[in-house]
């Protein structure tokens, strides 16, 4: 089992930035890659980006690709998503997840854990 906690999401205003922490425990959190997804009301959860398990592959949605930044650092267990230059439509509950077996995944159906989401609203 591995458990994830979110945190760092809270209120800004367009333009602004700020930082997501994916706090892990339990097992050894360097064999699993992790994921950050968002998901806005009325809409399906949707990849933001990715991060292999040593941290040496990225992928980004294009939505994000030069505004949020995805890194880790295992030897804390811990996952960031740094963002930047949010806007409105980034509004979203984030959630990180975590997963062993695929190298970079991609869909919600990929992940094995997920943390419970953090709340990140963005005003114009």
């Known amino acids: 089992q591995v458990q994830l906690v979110e945190s760092g999401g809270g209120l800004v205003q367009a333009g602004g930035s700020l930082r997501l922490s994916c706090a892990a425990s339990?097992?050894?959190?360097?064999?699993?890659?992790v994921g950050w997804f968002r998901q806005a009301p009325g809409k399906e959860r949707e990849l933001v980006a990715v991060?292999?398990?040593?941290?040496?592959?990225?992928y980004y949605a294009d939505s994000v690709k030069g505004r949020f930044t995805i890194s880790r650092d295992n030897a804390k267990n811990t996952v960031y998503l740094q963002m930047n230059s949010l806007r409105p439509e980034d509004t979203a509950v984030y959630y990180c997840?975590?997963?062993?077996?695929?190298?970079?995944?991609?869909?919600?159906?990929?992940?094995?854990?997920w943390g419970q989401g953090t709340q990140v609203t963005v005003s114009s």
């Open positions: 997840a975590a997963d062993r077996t695929v190298f970079l995944p991609r869909a919600p159906g990929d992940y094995d854990y």
């Open positions: 339990g097992r050894t959190f360097s064999n699993y890659a």
């Open positions: 991060i292999s398990r040593s941290g040496g592959s990225t």
